[in-house]
């Protein structure tokens, strides 16, 4: 029997500041040890009476040669040729034969001295292969496989056009230029300083690289003669080798060290590339036809130690202490297109038992380094450790777009996958180890992996077609809740009614669609789908198509774990059915994880995912491939949580009990907390609020010195972080298969779960627990826990203000502007209480980080007003252009009263400062004069004057300034002439209001640097009215010269003016009597009237066409009464006669 770890899909601990984009962690240690071929496995077993599938169901059993239970195991090509199969058979045991197979289907065997060399062939009408016999150079060393390659010296890989270079351990290397021709060959001599040759490897222009364990290379170019050149590889002289050792391994670059073993060469045909694998670094060369140049030295050995060990042994209690025990070493190298993948092997002698766990790491090439994003995927092969010599497995990744992989040894392959895609292949070893038989060698032939078996020749192994992709667990209790009920007996017939179908029973025909397309019968999946919700439904329809694929979701999330015998009485009947066998909470979860991804690629592929609509949840409606998304997000979540739960059990079981305690959840007696708790993932946000509680108790119990005090402050954060970033993170990963982001007009606002309010949601606790950091633990904690703290809220932060922007986004369209503005407001002033504190307390680094990606204007000015750093501010113009920086900077000037700050910006930033001046008019002409632009500052300072009506004192100032402007400019001198006439003129208008009266301004309640710019007409009023009881000639004329300034949109009789202007000086004297004097002009002569007229005569004004006729004045209705005096009319028509007559 055959047992291996388990190994599901998923997130493992991540450690704060860890790039890794996905760890599966299904090699972690297990209650049941996995072993080699022929060791005993015990599996539970699932209580149903259906059988799994059609083929055998997938045990932990091993299988012979052509009996693979998920695997087809064939021969590839033709017979072998005679000699090899004479050479197998007269071999002995002992005898150390090793083979490889090439990607152009040349084979070759190397039989102690000899070697074999041939092309396997398709078809068996072909001619059979002549296979070639070559004498290797004599060695005191043995003879490897992979001390020979083969290279084409043309676009052919005949015989005649193959060459063919083998070494000896020692360093002789034979080269044949044609393997059409045995007998020629040329042979040298490489000398390694002492260190052996371990493989030959065929590159580009028909030349090889001759390599030796200490990582020495050697490229060995043949001529046309048959002649071949040699010229060492140099190291440490990559693009980055002048930084130095110490700058360099900040990049995880470092020179070769001497200490080094070779583990594995390998080319890229395509880019041109040669990769080694060393037991401390990966190395990479770019070969060219004439040179060759290093690009790097990764540091895999540092780099990656500690991702292996948390991906295997981070869940241990006693983590912190195994990890600096545990021994890797790296074994192979392969390229595929999602990167570099890497076999390593990792094991931890105190264990017991103790097991070799191998891994497939896989690392991005981006071209002058190596990403930081890499994905480990563990495999269930971890048989018991011996001894170090004895940990050897090479593996093959036949098809560069496909995650297959396929590890083997000298008596086993082991199938699996790289884990970068969502779903894996099944896992199962194959067995060679009937007696004699053994894997000889390997290679990728036609894409597909093949294997030198000693008994069978060359095989080649594929995936079943009926192998299914879920799990064995998941898909039997599919079949078992398929079984439950429904019409007639869940089984589908084409033939039945479907709108007689409750939404129950399609969600149970829906699984058994499930089931069909994860067995690969996308056919009939296709068929049951169409029947149950044909693509032009009815809102009924509708409705049971969201109601069916939601429930399948929460059921596979909240599945009961019914072969774990302590649930057995506790599962429901009415469960779903989704169980699985692993006894490990953990990996329950994690396998919950691979069937959701399943399950969206079915829902994917049918057609389904684009036909959903919404769901209510939170009861409000959201849509249905969003809430899939969720329940995504949330196992995601709960997988962080289950891996704290292993660290701080004391803490997480005191709020688990909270959170079952809030729901009302019995817990019975042969079940934990935990158990309960994560069996319903969907419920996993509970407990966020739990924390909190038990956060706020730990501080109120505890003394402030103490250790707890601030711990459960770190813990808490942690736990929240990185469970909402585990979240958020996979919602990110995979926009494009839920459709976040493509919203369409009738999707409803999508707020996340990491976004929820009420009660129970999670901004409110990310909101109090920003307080409680802040203003409860930061000001009585240290400089180191300060920093901790801050770098956690940062983190939560950063999560919520994710969340609004998801929110925002999926109500950025026409038909939700209201709702759109509304919580874009709602959304600015959470973020500027969230980061304003920040500021206060002077961490601005921290502040910026979020303002900065999440463009908070009002924060990023601040921050470089505050630290005066004009270098950021610059750098925000150009980064944040397209966004209007520059005005909000400009605004926030105007409205802060900074205007010095404003009109002082760099030469680069005039353009930007004159278009937004353009609407503040009253700056901008600083800004013109400001570069000595000075006839734009005049004609905006004129704009301005013109429209200036408040303030008399501005208006006067504005005009002043406006000709200062003129003079100063290169306007032409009519041009210049004009201007200032102009301005003249409208400064002698205001002379007028200037040289009112004080005393009048003082009974009229004006200050005189607080007045309006009054209208002609106004002034006249003032100047004649009754207050301006000092009023003499001088002012009336002033009121008579203003009529001039009256215009005729102003709508107002000036004929009619003027005539009020005479009445109101007729009535300033008194007009009753002579005073004893006989003659009307002598008497009128001390009147203000005779005195206006006087003062008209001497300023050359003609009366005659001036002055209203006599007639009008006395008909006027404002003498009030006057005009009925006999003697006043006797005065006036006299005194009219006497200076309108003289005058003439």
Known sequence: MFASPRTPTGSSRRPLGTPVSRISTAGRKSVVPSSTPGSTFFSPVRRSSLPARGTPSRSGQHSTVGEALNYDVQTFGVSLPVKVMEALT??????????????????WMVCLERLLVWKTRQSQVTKLSVCKELQLPPSDFRYFADLVAVNSSGETTTAQSMTLLAATSEGTVRYWPSLAQEASYTELSIDFGGSLCNFVTAIKGGGFVLSSTKNQLVRLIPDSSGRIYHRVLQQGHGVLSGLGRRVSSLFGILSPALDVTLQCVLWDGESGCLYTLTSSSVNKWEVDETSERQIFSWESSRILKEHITDAIWGSERDYDVIKQRISIRFLDLQLIKKGLVILAAAWHLEDSPCLTYYCLITVQDEGYNMSDDLTIEVIRHSPSFQSEDEVECRFLCPESSSQAAFLYGEDFVFACSTGTGRGSLPQEAIAFSSPGDGILGAGCCMQLPVFFSRNSGLVAITAKENASILPEDVEESILSSVAEGGPQGSVWEPSVKMEMVSWEDKARLLKNAFLQFSRKDSLTAQQIVEELFPSAMDLQADVELDRAVSRIGLDLIDDYPASDPRWAESVPDEAAGFSHTSLILLHQLEDKMKAHSFYMDFLNQTGLLTQLGTS??????????????????????????????????????????????????????????????????SQIDLVFECLLEKEEKVLKEKMVESVEW??????????????????????????????????????????????????????????????????????????????????????????FLDGYVSQLKSLDRQNAQERYDELEMEYTQKRSELLSPLLTLGQYQWAASLAEKYCDFDILVQLCDQTDNQSRLQRYMTK?????????????????????KLLSQPVAQHSQLAGFLQSHEHLSWLHEVNIQDYEKAHLTLQALASLESRYFAKKKTLLGLCKLAALASDMHDNVLQEAVDGISEQEQFLLYQETLPKHLLEKKGFAREMMPVL????????????????????????????????????????????????????????????????????????????????????????????????NDLLQCNKLEGLNSDPYFEFVLRANYEHYVQGQA
């Open 710 to 799: 601030g711990q459960i402050v770190v813990d808490v954060n942690n736990i929240l972080k990185d469970m909402l970033q585990a979240a958020v993170q996979h919602r990110q990963s995979i926009l494009s298969l839920y459709g976040i982001g493509e919203h369409s007009e009738k999707d409803p606002e999508y707020i996340p779960w990491t976004a929820s309010c009420g009660p129970r949601g999670v901004r409110p606790v990310i909101m109090q627990q920003h307080e409680i950091v802040l203003k409860r633990v930061y000001p009585q904690a240290d400089s180191a826990l300060r920093n901790i703290l801050l770098e956690q809220l940062v983190a939560l932060l950063d999560c």
């Open 90 to 107: 007269v071999a002995e045991d002992d005898d150390q034969l090793s083979a490889k197979l090439d990607q152009t289907g040349w084979c």
């Open 616 to 681: 209510t949840v939170r009861d409000m409606p959201m849509a249905t491939r969003f809430l899939l998304c969720e329940h995504a997000e949330k196992l995601s979540a709960a997988i962080v949580l289950k891996n704290y739960h292993s660290k701080l059990p004391e803490l997480l079981n005191d709020v688990i009990l909270k959170a079952l305690k809030k729901i009302n959840a019995d817990i019975p007696d042969n079940l934990t907390a935990a158990d309960v708790f994560f069996r319903q993932a």
């Open 1015 to 1110: 209208s002609a007409s106004q002034l006249i009023e003032l100047y004649v009215c009754e207050e301006n009881e000092r009023a003499n000639e001088y002012d009336f004329k002033k009121a008579l010269d203003l009529l001039d300034y009256i215009h005729e949109e102003e709508e107002i009789d000036v004929d009619e003016l003027k005539l009020e202007i005479f009445c109101k000086a007729l009535q300033r004297d008194r007009w009753s009597s002579s005073d004893g004097q006989d003659d009307p002009v002598e008497a009128a002569k001390d009147s203000l009237f005779v005195k206006l007229l006087q003062k008209l005569l001497k300023e050359d004004i003609l009366l005659k066409e001036f002055l209203p006729h006599v």
């Open 880 to 900: 944040f252009a397209d966004q209007n920086f520059s005005d909000f900077l400009f605004r926030w000037y105007i409205e802060k009263g900074k205007r010095g």
